[in-house]
């Protein structure tokens, strides 16, 4: 079964960093794109990141390029996404989905770990 | 502003079908065969119902259909039953730069 455990949320002020981490346990971590996938409060879901299965190819949002970066670790069947100069929009509940298939399909969610950007 | 169309809200009473629509454009739905469909129930992760326009993953009941024309794609449940209320978004590739487009969602009431 497959299993994805994200942690890393919390409240954050803005222009701070924060780091979330995704466990991910019960396939081939390592034979599989990763994404994150976000959700603001009341909202819809929106795309933010997907790395390649081998972490050689990264793929982000317009509204996140340059202020966050996607990473994995297959010998620790981690994901990873470190997230710098944080802003209120940011405020989401984060998904880490397992990627499989043709056209980037999002397979497999986590329980999703929420991050709140606020003074 | 999603960069995909959906309706807010869809109704059918229990055993009826419902069909919730997807729209988009010819760099996105239109383009591509890759439009998924996911459900979520309030306070739980999405899942996913659909994929590659018409697939259903292993556990979907078939009673859930995908199909499209142009740049619209639509979600037929057929045989409406109380657990199918939840929220449903559609999704598309489109494109190198941008690999997932969401629609705004859906809200299913089973009436």
């Known amino acids: 079964e497959v299993q994805l455990l994200e942690s890393g949320g919390g409240l954050v002020q803005p222009g701070e960093s924060l780091r979330l981490s995704c466990a991910a346990s019960?396939?081939?971590?390592?034979?599989?794109?990763m994404s994150w996938v976000r959700q603001a409060p009341g909202k819809g879901l929106e795309w933010v990141s997907t790395?390649?299965?081998?972490?050689?190819?990264?793929y982000y949002a317009d509204s996140v390029k340059g202020r966050f970066t996607i990473s994995r670790d297959n010998s620790k069947n981690t994901l990873s996404l470190q997230m710098n100069s944080l802003r209120a929009e940011d405020t989401a509940v984060y998904y880490c989905?397992?990627?499989?298939?043709?056209?980037?399909?999002?397979?497999?969610w986590g329980q999703g770990t929420l991050v709140t950007v606020s003074s | 502003q999603s960069a995909l169309t959906q309706p807010p809200s869809a109704s059918g009473s229990p055993g009826q079908s419902v069909t919730i629509s997807c729209t988009g454009t010819?760099?996105?739905?239109?383009?591509?065969?890759?439009v998924s469909w996911h459900q979520q129930h309030p306070g739980k992760a999405p899942k996913l119902m659909i994929y590659e326009v018409t697939k259903r993953p292993s556990g979907v009941p078939d009673r859930f259909s995908g199909s499209k024309s142009g740049n619209t794609a639509s979600l037929t449940v057929s045989g409406l039953q109380a657990e199918d209320e939840a929220d449903y978004y559609c999704?598309?590739?489109?494109?190198?730069?941008?690999?997932?487009?969401f629609g705004g969602g859906t809200k299913l009431t089973v009436l």
């Open positions: 790395v390649t299965n081998d972490g050689g190819r990264t």
């Open positions: 010819s760099s996105d739905i239109g383009g591509y065969d890759y």
């Open positions: 019960g396939f081939s971590f390592s034979s599989y794109a």
């Open positions: 989905v397992e990627v499989v298939g043709n056209g980037w399909p999002l397979s497999q």
């Open positions: 999704s598309s590739y489109a494109g190198s730069n941008n690999l997932n487009v």
